[in-house]
């Protein structure tokens, strides 16, 4: 069996300064929400975050962003976070922009031992700036180096107590993959079964991958709300 929590702050408790983290989700779907504001509350700072994006100005990693606890942001998509956008800008936060395939692969990678591999994505953009090529059957790769974190923060849908995770539809994004490529995983979930409760052929993220278990209910912001007009 995994510790489970109690308490988020427990939980994220050795998470220090200039520590490298993955937070799961994209957008708002399916991100570790208690586990971010347990973040905020502690105050820990000069983070590397790795992610698709980078919340919104009031919600998931935009809370961080917004205390100015991140200081660099690795993901594909900057979005319409005001303030990433003005971070940016003056200078104050370093950025790495990434393409999304190739975002996921190295995360993937990272997780499966995995040190680099070749991709055409980026070939003659300035994402190729510095970084090693090679020509396979007349095509143009690069090389890609694989990323992992000191911890990896996930939320999933359903858990057992030996650390067994399902996620729920599009909130498994980049969960599995973030789980599988940190030296701790810390997944939020909204369901803490039992062993044996849960059918092995519906696991998407093995035990072996998670260190602590931590049940909350989330919010579930959504991000952009379109309605019709009557």
Request: proline share 3%; aromatic share 6%.
């Amino acid at each position: 069996m995994k510790q489970v929590y109690t308490s988020f702050q427990e939980a994220v408790a050795d998470i220090h300064d200039g520590a490298t983290l993955m937070v799961g989700g994209f957008g708002l779907c399916g991100i570790p929400e208690n586990l971010i504001l347990a973040l905020v509350e502690k105050g820990v700072k000069d983070l590397t975050v790795i992610s698709n994006n980078c919340g919104v100005d009031d919600w998931g990693l935009g809370l961080l962003l917004k205390n100015k606890q991140i200081k660099k942001m690795v993901g594909s998509y900057v979005g319409e976070n005001k303030e990433f956008e003005r971070q940016v800008l003056s200078g104050e936060i370093e950025v790495e922009l990434v393409p999304q395939g190739t975002l996921a692969e190295k995360i993937r990678a990272g997780g499966a031992g995995i040190p680099a591999f070749y991709t055409p994505a980026g070939v003659g953009t300035p994402i190729a700036e510095g970084k090693e090529t090679r020509t396979f059957n007349g095509k143009e790769y690069l090389l890609e180096e694989a990323y992992t974190a000191d911890f990896s923060l996930v939320r999933a849908w359903k858990a057992d107590k030996m650390g067994n995770l399902l996620y729920n539809k599009t909130a498994r994004n980049f969960n599995p993959m973030i789980a599988a490529a940190g030296r701790i995983t810390i997944a939020e979930v909204e369901e803490l079964h039992e062993i044996g409760e849960l059918d092995p052929n519906d696991i998407h993220t093995p035990s072996i991958y998670v260190q602590r278990l931590i049940k909350g209910k989330q919010e579930k912001r959504i991000e952009r709300r379109t309605v019709q007009s009557i």
